[in-house]
């Protein structure tokens, strides 16, 4: 009996147990928190705004103005503090709350990159004036969440480079840059501009195929008084070739330089061939302060120094062999050459005319020859 009192005893205590473990512990009420309202976001070129609420909080001026803001205090850190490894095109995202009056509280970096970037970008963010607060539904100033996205880049646009492109062509580019293509005719006298050689007829040249190539590498203009009025200089190459009647050949000595007929070949070209160092010295009157929509007026002078000279004469042998006769030499050939240059066009496109001022040859040492050379021009600017 006292067995079946004791057994009954224990399994009472066990069930008792039970039944206080598998009761569910109280949970204590915990303070439900109202999830904010979603950010609205606005994206202006190179930044992204998120501003909350239902009358968000704005930037004096509003989005035109932040972005100005943000590109101007951006442009300044990178040309303060630009280096070789600067990290171009990197965001920084910044969280920060604007006050009732309007004032930036505690902004903080909620995604950042560097510590010179994360520190430039609350310096920033921090040194904004003043918003105007967000509103509530009763119009009552409220603290609000804002956040801004801080790219660290140059923000230009196609058309800023284009201005920018202009206002550098409008201050250094001048129309002589380029290559020129023309011809050149022998005159017999300086002023004169008669192209008979009535007594020397040797020295009568063949326009058509008396040819100038100006190769103009360099230019760069002064500025006078205005965009429109410049001084003009440079450098480049000219290379002529003076084509004679075919069967006259040269002839030289320290005193003298002869045309002399030469009949015992077929001649078919005999042609005289410089190449020049030039500068030039022109000024420049422009309508318009861009390179590509100018008319351009040049007038002035190009000088030059002979660097090389050579004659050649080509044929055929009676029995119809080619023959190519080459002789280096300086012909007593002037070793400067100054020009009279007036130059006219429209942007990249252009006529020239020059007249030389100096003889081809020494003086004395054969008639004076005063070429009048004219061709087309197309500028580049530089």
Same mark, same amino acid.
């Given at each position: 009996?006292?067995? +079946?009192?004791? %057994?009954?005893?224990?399994?009472?205590?066990?069930?008792?147990?039970?039944?206080?473990? *598998?009761?569910?512990?109280?949970?204590?009420?915990?303070?439900?928190?109202?999830?904010? /309202?979603?950010?609205?976001?606005?994206?202006?070129?190179?930044?992204?705004?998120?501003?909350?609420?239902?009358?968000?909080?704005?930037?004096?001026?509003?989005?035109?103005?932040?972005?100005?803001?943000?590109?101007?205090?951006? /442009?300044?850190?990178?040309?303060?503090? +630009?280096?070789?490894?600067?990290?171009?095109?990197?965001?920084?995202?910044?969280?920060?709350?604007?006050?009732?009056?309007?004032?930036?509280?505690?902004?903080?970096?909620?995604?950042?990159?560097?510590?010179?970037?994360?520190?430039?970008?609350?310096?920033?963010?921090?040194?904004?004036?003043?918003? +105007?607060?967000?509103?509530?539904?009763?119009?009552?100033?409220?603290?609000?969440?804002?956040?801004?996205?801080?790219? %660290?880049?140059?923000?230009?646009?196609?058309?800023? /480079?284009? @201005?920018? *492109?202009?206002?550098?062509?409008?201050?250094?580019?001048?129309?002589?840059?380029?290559?020129?293509?023309? !011809?050149?005719?022998? +005159?017999?006298?300086?002023?004169?501009?008669?192209?008979?050689? @009535?007594?020397?007829?040797?020295?009568?040249?063949?326009?058509?195929?008396?040819?100038?190539?100006?190769?103009?590498?360099?230019?760069?203009?002064?500025?006078?008084?205005?965009?429109?009025?410049?001084?003009?200089?440079?450098?480049?190459?000219?290379?002529?070739?003076?084509?004679?009647?075919?069967?006259? !050949?040269?002839?030289?000595? *320290?005193?003298?330089?002869?045309?002399?007929?030469?009949?015992?070949?077929?001649?078919?070209?005999?042609?005289?061939?410089?190449?020049?160092?030039?500068?030039?010295?022109?000024? /420049?009157?422009?309508?318009?302060?861009?390179?590509?929509?100018?008319?351009?007026?040049?007038?002035?002078?190009?000088?030059?120094?002979?660097?090389?000279?050579?004659?050649?004469?080509?044929?055929?042998? *009676?029995?119809?062999?080619? %023959?190519?006769?080459?002789?280096?030499?300086?012909?007593?050939?002037?070793?400067?050459?100054?020009?009279?240059?007036?130059?006219?066009?429209?942007?990249?496109?252009?006529?020239?005319?020059?007249?030389?001022?100096?003889?081809?040859?020494?003086?004395?040492?054969?008639?004076?020859?005063?070429?009048?050379?004219?061709?087309?021009?197309?500028?580049?600017?530089?």
């Amino acid at each position: 009996m006292k067995y +079946t009192l004791l %057994f009954g005893f224990v399994f009472s205590a066990l069930c008792y147990s039970a039944q206080v473990i *598998e009761k569910p512990t109280e949970v204590p009420h915990q303070e439900v928190i109202e999830q904010e /309202e979603p950010l609205k976001e606005v994206i202006v070129n190179n930044v992204a705004i998120e501003l909350a609420g239902p009358r968000s909080a704005s930037f004096p001026g509003g989005v035109d103005s932040l972005q100005a803001y943000l590109t101007n205090q951006i /442009e300044a850190f990178i040309f303060q503090d +630009t280096n070789e490894v600067f990290p171009w095109g990197e965001q920084v995202f910044v969280v920060f709350d604007v006050g009732v009056q309007g004032e930036i509280i505690n902004p903080l970096i909620e995604m950042g990159y560097n510590a010179m970037l994360d520190s430039a970008a609350l310096d920033i963010v921090r040194n904004m004036p003043k918003w +105007t607060p967000a509103t509530n539904e009763l119009d009552e100033p409220v603290v609000s969440t804002n956040r801004l996205t801080l790219l %660290f880049d140059i923000n230009m646009d196609a058309e800023e /480079e284009w @201005d920018l *492109e202009e206002e550098n062509e409008s201050k250094n580019s001048a129309h002589w840059a380029g290559l020129e293509i023309g !011809a050149q005719l022998n +005159t017999s006298q300086f002023l004169s501009f008669n192209p008979i050689f @009535d007594k020397n007829p040797e020295w009568q040249n063949i326009p058509l195929k008396s040819t100038i190539i100006n190769l103009n590498l360099f230019a760069h203009k002064f500025r006078l008084f205005s965009d429109h009025l410049g001084l003009v200089t440079g450098y480049g190459f000219s290379f002529l070739n003076t084509d004679f009647k075919p069967s006259y !050949a040269l002839q030289y000595n *320290e005193n003298s330089t002869i045309a002399v007929i030469d009949t015992t070949e077929s001649f078919r070209r005999s042609t005289l061939y410089g190449f020049y160092l030039t500068m030039p010295v022109l000024f /420049e009157v422009t309508t318009n302060s861009s390179f590509k929509k100018s008319f351009y007026l040049n007038a002035g002078v190009v000088g030059g120094l002979r660097l090389y000279s050579h004659h050649r004469q080509t044929g055929n042998y *009676e029995n119809g062999d080619k %023959f190519e006769w080459i002789t280096r030499a300086k012909f007593n050939l002037n070793p400067f050459m100054l020009d009279a240059c007036l130059r006219i066009g429209y942007g990249s496109f252009g006529a020239f005319v020059n007249y030389a001022m100096l003889s081809t040859f020494k003086d004395g040492k054969t008639i004076g020859q005063f070429p009048l050379r004219f061709g087309v021009s197309l500028n580049l600017p530089q």
